[in-house]
């Protein structure tokens, strides 16, 4: 599927350049944490809450659980570089790039468009910039990292991204703000 | 509408964004135990008007299982805490006193 892109008082457009990989392990570990800031040259993110470097970023998914996310041409280097960093590890380290799909919302509104479809808190006070959650957008789940006030990533299993994307465009189609503001 | 707060992820969630798991707190009784004890451990459950102890899922967030203690009249809720325990934490209970003194639940009070 190629990138696609949609205008409205938010724009939608579809990032397809992105390689996803699961990593589980126990991330509460300190030996575990710096093996994969020493692979990635990311910090391992508290909850609720996404890091990213130089184009990688660390998505914090559970307590056991993190998205690893990079551009495609970083994919095998930082697969290698995970794969030696943690071999004495007990981990789990899965490529997902073709099981998910992420979007990318832009404009002011983004935080209006994200609560018409999820029932989730986006006041500023409670999802400030770089919150990561996982929720769901009307019937499927989901996850949102804020990286900045008018910038929203959403990933989703790409079994549905043409739902996911349906969904997006609409709530953010001309005409349909429910804040007007200045 | 009911929100609870997945004590793994530190937010509130919404119920449509859980999934129930009944009553908390049961003790298995597997093989080898009574015909009695296994009978009830299937089948018997509290369905308290009022205070009660459930077992949610944070099922569109983290995955994991956790534990609420809340009124069934009222839908108020006293608190969540991890699963990784056999009996509510003093602080959820200290919660239940302050707001309804006497309380008993099951062998908890
Ligand atoms: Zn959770």
Known sequence: ?????????????????????????????????AAIKLATGVAVPKRGSCHVVGGCALAWMSPDELLVMAPIAQAEKLRVSLDVALSEEHVLLEDVSDARAKFILSGTNVREVLAKLAPMDTHPEKFPVGSFNRTRFAQVAGAVFLEQDDLVSVICFRSVQDYVYALFCDAATHGSEVLVRE | ???????????????????????????????????????????????????????????????????????????????TYKAQTLEPPKVIKDVITTKRPGWSWRNFS
Not at chain 2, 35 to 46: G, K, V
């Open chain 2, 1 to 79: 509408m009911l929100i609870l707060n997945c004590p793994y992820c530190g937010c509130d969630k919404d119920e449509t964004e859980l999934a129930a798991g009944g009553e908390a707190h049961l003790k298995r009784f597997g093989p080898g135990s009574s015909d009695q004890d296994f009978e009830e451990y299937l089948f018997e459950r509290t369905n308290p008007k009022g205070l009660h102890f459930e077992r949610w899922r944070c099922a569109f967030g983290c995955g994991k299982w956790f534990h609420a203690a809340r009124c069934t009249a009222t839908l108020e809720v006293f608190g």
């Open chain 1, 1 to 33: 599927m190629s990138d696609r892109e949609f205008q409205g008082y938010v724009n939608v457009t579809q990032d397809t350049g992105q390689t996803m990989f699961t990593l589980r392990a126990t991330l509460s570990s300190t030996k575990i944490k």
